[in-house]
């Protein structure tokens, strides 16, 4: 149920990582809710990236899936 929770949030912050030519892929999702993904093309490779995973994706995921405790890229 956590990771269809997450999955579904993901799908609506997945339009904005696309128009920018990026996206992310939901890898796996731990016991301790810690969501591990990986940021995929223009995101794979930006300086910013670090900042939309804790600033953007991080966010709200926690704010729309309470269990999430942290995101990390990997």
């Known amino acids: 149920m956590l990771k269809e929770d997450i999955k579904k949030a993901l799908e609506k912050v997945r339009p904005y990582l696309q128009a ?6 939901l890898v796996e999702v731990t016991e301790d ?18 900042m939309t995973l804790k600033m953007g994706i991080e966010r709200y995921l926690k704010r729309e899936v309470p269990e999430v405790t942290e995101v990390v890229a990997v």
């Open 33 to 50: 809710g810690v969501v591990k993904v990986k940021l995929k093309g223009a995101c794979g490779s930006c300086p910013m990236a670090q």
């Open 20 to 25: 920018d030519g990026g996206d992310v892929e």
